[in-house]
T-cell receptor, first 113, second 115 residues
Framework: DAGITQSPRHKVTETGTPVTLRCHQT?????MYWYRQDPGHGLRLIHY???????DKGEVSDGYSVSRSKTEDFLLTLESATSSQTSVYFC????????????FGDGTRLSIL | GQSLEQPSEVTAVEGAIVQINCTYQ??????LFWYQQHAGEAPTFPSY??LDGLEEKGRFSSFLSRSKGYSYLLLKELQMKDSASYFC????????????????WGLGTSLAVNP
């Protein structure tokens, strides 16, 4: 299995608080991704990174920011959490070649009350 | 734009063969993946197609027809553990010199395998 660790695995917090989720990889892969998964919506890309300090928006980026200061770490921040951001968040990584799959972490279940 | 269509649910019997279809409309084609996801777990990667034809990987096979914008995942000798959601995903267009490795995802097909 690809070495991907997401932390925390579960979090409950209140509306308006900042939240940071961490994705750590030991594979030295160039590409990293943050998704959210909600019933009826499948996997939706929030942000992705194609290198250290290189990031771009996905389809549902509003309310989220990311940072990648090291190859191995990709952070997702909710500046002021809202109940609509309650979801399961997955981090994924992939190698540079276009035919390589994305490998997923175990997910973070985030509840915002 | 890019879009993928898959049935929302499929039901089959243990020991049987089941086919899960995926049709896509994309501007260009750069490869199609099938992922399996068990409830409460991360998606995992069963197969990849970039050329027309059938790719076999144990009990799982995946077929692609680029001219028809169509793929299917074939699961043989179904087992109860195959009950999961299955997603098709296509590679988004890569612009010249671009860094895009994004995938466009279908909404998933929930497969229920009954005894």
């Amino acid at each position: 299995d690809a070495g991907i660790t997401q932390s925390p695995r579960h979090k409950v917090t209140e509306t308006g608080t900042p939240v940071t989720l961490r994705c750590h990889q030991t594979e030295n892969h160039r590409y990293m991704y943050w998704y959210r998964q909600d019933p009826g919506h499948g996997l939706r890309l929030i942000h992705y990174s194609y290198g250290v300090k290189d990031t771009d928006k996905g389809e549902v980026s509003d309310g989220y920011s990311v940072s990648r200061s090291k190859t191995e770490d990709f952070l997702l921040t909710l500046e002021s959490a809202t109940s609509s951001q309650t979801s399961v968040y997955f981090c994924a990584i992939s190698e540079s070649a276009a035919n390589q799959p994305q490998h997923f972490g175990d997910g973070t279940r985030l509840s915002i009350l | 734009g890019q879009s993928l269509e898959q049935p929302s649910e499929v039901t089959a019997v243990e020991g049987a063969i089941v086919q899960i279809n995926c049709t896509y409309q994309t501007s260009g084609f750069y490869g199609l993946f099938w992922y399996q996801q068990h409830a409460g777990e991360a998606p995992t990667f069963p197969s990849y197609n970039v050329l027309d034809g059938l790719e076999e990987k144990g009990r799982f096979s995946s077929f692609l027809s680029r001219s028809k914008g169509y793929s299917y995942l074939l699961l043989k000798e179904l087992q109860m553990k195959d009950s999961a959601s299955y997603f098709c995903a296509v590679r988004a267009p890569v612009l010249k010199g671009g860094n895009n490795r994004k995938l466009i995802w279908g909404l998933g097909t929930s497969l229920a395998v009954n005894p």
